[in-house]
T-cell receptor, first 109, second 111 residues
């Protein structure tokens, strides 16, 4: 049973494109949500936290909709360096994290 | 400040052999975790610890044991390795159970 669902992709976009990833989760008790980025054969790294009010970090915008149990990540003006796998994550009882399987993005020139 | 380190980086075992993976963190984090990552399965939690001397089972604990004798170290043991345990193992730590910092991973092959 996987409690965080993501479209695995791959999403293939040209440089400069805007791309959006979606994620749904099944545990309404979760308090914290994150997007992690994982490059090929590397460890996951935190990209950004996700708040109900929405938050933006440069070209990246994350949104949380608790009523629909839905999280999104928007990447504007895609760069070649954005090519990676993006992991949607929710917390579990404040002690552990549950990771989605990831969405793969490939940005081409 | 090295963050989270893992030893070894690569290992090949024969079925039935045992080994211990070592994770160390220098950030004074209370929480530590062991995950395995397999193609198409994503990251799955094996065991975790919320403090020195405590451990708890995650999603896929069978075939693994852990120990947290020191705050900075979290050991993952395989008593009798099986081919199904071929995977990439990641260790992570966090201060309050939220943002986790990951080590570089250990690539284990069991023949």
């Amino acid at each position: 049973r996987k409690e965080v669902e993501q479209d695995p992709g791959p999403f293939n976009v040209p440089e400069g494109a805007t791309v959006a990833f979606n994620c749904t989760y099944s545990n309404s008790a979760s308090q914290s949500f994150f997007w992690y980025r994982q490059d090929c054969r590397k460890e996951p790294k935190l990209l950004m936290s996700v708040y109900s009010s929405g938050n933006e970090d440069g070209r990246f915008t994350a949104q949380l909709n608790r009523a629909s149990q839905y999280i999104s990540l928007l990447i504007r003006d895609s760069k070649l360096s954005d090519s990676a796998t993006y992991l949607c994550v929710r917390d579990q009882a404040g002690t552990a994290l549950i990771f989605g399987k990831g969405t793969t993005l490939s940005v081409s020139s | 400040n090295a963050g989270v380190t893992q030893t070894p980086k690569f290992r090949v075992l024969k079925t039935g052999q045992s080994m211990t993976l070592l994770c160390a963190q220098d950030m004074n984090h209370e929480y530590m975790y062991w995950y395995r990552q397999d193609p198409g399965m994503g990251l799955r939690l094996i065991h975790y610890s919320v403090g020195e001397g405590t451990t708890a089972k995650g999603e896929v604990p069978d075939g693994y044991n852990v120990s947290r004798l020191k705050k900075q170290n979290f050991l993952l043991g395989l008593e009798s390795a099986a081919p199904s345990q071929t995977s990439v193992y990641f260790c992570a730590s966090s201060s309050q159970g939220n943002e986790q910092f990951f080590g570089p991973g250990t690539r284990l092959t069991v023949l």
